[in-house]
């Protein structure tokens, strides 16, 4: 069983589109998190949830919106996609926050023309 | 907020040993590690908490300077699997853990 599972793996998508991104994980964790890493390999944060309550919120563009409906999901929709948000887009989890250790997500590699 | 990882790359022969630093300029409550692979996810290595507890990979060694708010990573006698892209991710508050730029090791025959 997959611990973390994101899907999809890969979207390409044009200019303008609305896409959601879907992440479940079954280790009953109760903080997950959503880093986009880009060209460079940066992994950047942009959101944190823990018990479905959103923790961290960095400065993302608002047409970005986590959604989490229960503990085990916290899904990434984004409106208006752009050239820029090109990226790998990762989901995590964890257990009591960050003080133990992080499971990650495949990734969904995101392209937008 | 998010730390500072050096060296950017580093290129060993097998067998030969590497040190991968971390430091931040704000207090931490912990530092973990991971390594990724290429087209693949980040995958744990160690923790390494305030106090001086470590939870983590036997092969791999780290160091944790609380007063300095810096981390080390040894990678002793390396292997061709050691190869991948090394993260230190800090945690300044619960929920809330930043990566550092990542660090290239290549290991070559």
Redo the contacts between chains.
């Keep these: 069983d997959t611990a973390v599972s994101q899907t999809p793996k890969y979207l390409v998508t044009q200019m303008g589109n609305d896409k959601s991104i879907k992440c479940e994980q079954n280790l009953g964790h109760d903080t997950m998190y959503w880093y986009k890493q880009d060209s460079k390999k940066f992994l950047k944060i942009m959101f944190s949830y823990n018990n479905k309550e959103l923790i961290i919120n960095e400065t993302v563009p608002n047409r970005f919106s986590p959604k989490s409906p229960d503990k085990a999901h916290l899904n990434l929709h984004i409106n208006s996609l752009e050239l820029g948000d090109s990226a790998v887009y990762f989901c995590a989890s964890s257990s009591q926050g960050a003080r133990f250790e992080a499971f990650f997500g495949q990734g969904t590699r995101l392209t937008v023309v | 907020q998010?730390p500072v990882q050096s060296p950017q790359a580093v290129i060993l022969r097998e067998g030969e040993d590497a040190v991968i630093n971390c430091s931040s300029s704000k207090a931490l409550?912990?530092v973990?590690w991971?390594r990724?692979k290429h087209g693949?996810?980040?995958?744990?290595l160690m923790?390494l908490?305030k106090g001086g507890e470590q939870?983590?990979h036997d092969k791999i060694s780290a160091s944790f300077n609380e007063k300095k708010q810096q981390s080390s990573l040894y990678l002793t006698a390396s292997q061709l699997s050691y190869s991948g892209?090394y993260?230190c991710?800090t945690?300044y508050n619960?929920?809330?853990?930043?990566?550092g730029?990542?660090t290239?090791l290549t290991v070559k025959p």
Excluded: C, W
């Design positions: 998010q409550y912990s973990h991971y990724q693949e996810a980040p995958v744990f923790i908490l939870k983590g892209t993260f991710g945690e619960n929920n809330d853990m930043r990566f730029a990542g290239r």
